[in-house]
């Protein structure tokens, strides 16, 4: 089914199409004759906007059907009510195998394909032949793959997308080369291993719910650093003559990551290495959150509202 675009919709279209339910509400008619019914009023959404819906008939039993959050097949038609409206005449759940989520959510501005392409190339530049062997016991992965280019980095801080724990990766990896080049000293192809894997743990402890980013039970019980360290151990086992000191190394430095205990770090790092993989960790992510931040818009005299996660607000600029 070829998807139709809210931002396309125009009065007297005929849509069949998927939308994300973003609000339900079940309201009764205030009409003396349809006393005691109630029709289903909704706001659907994809990534190119949103608009109110309504179903006037079988609003209880539609209702039923779906949680908001879920996506739903809609068969309609648009008209205007203090704007656009779609009137419901039917809908379905999507079926979950047939959810394309980029239609729907926020997605990373670069494609996976020319993201993979990136970081094919960041594993080419990884000299020691161990940690090669490992980067594509992953990397070669059909079905590692896919869920590493779907899953996001975080629910709501940064790269809170489709596709961003792959770009957020990139950037780690970029950093540390910028690292390397000024630091001779770190070991080039343990920090860019560090770079690629040290999140990887990600794609078990998120997953879409409807199109809401939860946390998985894993993840709740175990977190992300826990599971990826878990992941690259069990890789490594399947490894020919994996040298104990480099796992060793490796696993230092995912576990420590986030730099420090409070940030949920199980330790702090002590290796040059780890250091390095801490700090562009967090340039990274820290850029972002400001970016999308920054992305917002300005509401007051050129600053953006106040952003609760960067305890500021941000000067644009007045406008010319």
């Given at each position: 089914?070829e ?6 919709l125009?009065?007297?279209d005929?849509?069949?199409?998927d939308f994300?339910v973003?609000e339900k509400a079940?309201?009764?008619?205030s009409q003396?004759?349809?006393a005691?019914e109630?029709?289903l009023r909704?706001?659907?959404a994809?990534a190119?906007g949103s608009?109110r819906?309504?179903a006037?008939?079988?609003g209880?039993?539609?209702a039923a059907?779906?949680e ?8 309609g ?11 419901v005449y039917?809908l ?5 195998k047939e959810?394309k989520?980029?239609y ?6 670069r494609?996976?394909a020319?993201?993979?392409t990136?970081l094919?190339?960041?594993?080419n ?7 090669r062997l490992?980067l594509n016991s992953f990397?070669?992965d059909?079905f590692?793959?896919r869920?590493?280019?779907?899953a ?6 940064h790269?809170?997308?489709v596709?961003g724990?792959?770009e957020?990766s990139?950037?780690v990896a970029a950093?540390?080369?910028q690292f390397?080049?000024?630091?001779p000293?770190?070991d ?13 743990g ?5 997953e879409f719910r409807?199109?809401?980013?939860e946390?998985t039970t ?5 977190g992300h650093?826990?599971i990826?360290?878990?992941m ?8 020919p003559?994996f ?8 696993g230092h ?13 199980p330790q ?5 290495e780890?250091f390095?993989l801490?700090h562009?960790d967090?340039?990274s ?5 400001f ?5 917002k818009?300005?509401k007051?005299n050129?600053w953006?509202?106040w952003?609760?996660?960067l305890?500021r ?6 406008a010319?």
């Amino acid at each position: 089914m070829e998807k139709q675009f809210i931002q396309d919709l125009k009065i007297g279209d005929a849509v069949h199409s998927d939308f994300v339910v973003t609000e339900k509400a079940l309201n009764s008619f205030s009409q003396p004759n349809r006393a005691g019914e109630y029709y289903l009023r909704l706001q659907i959404a994809d990534a190119t906007g949103s608009m109110r819906a309504v179903a006037w008939e079988r609003g209880p039993e539609l209702a039923a059907l779906f949680e908001q959050g879920d996506v739903v097949r809609i068969r309609g038609e648009v008209t205007n009510y203090r704007g656009l409206q779609l009137i419901v005449y039917d809908l379905q759940p999507t079926p979950e195998k047939e959810i394309k989520r980029h239609y729907f959510l926020k997605t990373a501005p670069r494609s996976c394909a020319e993201m993979l392409t990136e970081l094919e190339a960041v594993i080419n530049s990884v000299t020691n032949p161990h940690l090669r062997l490992l980067l594509n016991s992953f990397f070669h992965d059909e079905f590692f793959v896919r869920r590493f280019c779907e899953a996001p980095a975080a629910r709501s801080v940064h790269h809170n997308y489709v596709g961003g724990l792959l770009e957020h990766s990139l950037e780690v990896a970029a950093l540390c080369r910028q690292f390397i080049a000024l630091q001779p000293a770190l070991d080039p192809s343990l920090l860019l291993s560090g770079a690629l894997l040290h999140d990887i743990g990600k794609i078990e402890e998120y997953e879409f719910r409807g199109m809401a980013i939860e946390l998985t039970t894993k993840g709740k019980l175990l977190g992300h650093i826990i599971i990826g360290k878990e992941m690259i151990d069990h890789n490594i086992e399947k490894l020919p003559a994996f040298p104990k000191e480099l796992q060793l190394a490796l696993g230092h430095m995912i576990l420590a990551h986030h730099g420090q205990q409070e940030w949920g770090s199980p330790q702090i790092p002590r290796t040059f290495e780890a250091f390095a993989l801490h700090h562009a960790d967090l340039v990274s992510a820290r850029l972002n959150q400001f970016a999308q931040a920054q992305g917002k818009g300005a509401k007051t005299n050129g600053w953006t509202d106040w952003d609760r996660l960067l305890a500021r607000d941000i000067y644009l600029g007045l406008a010319e």
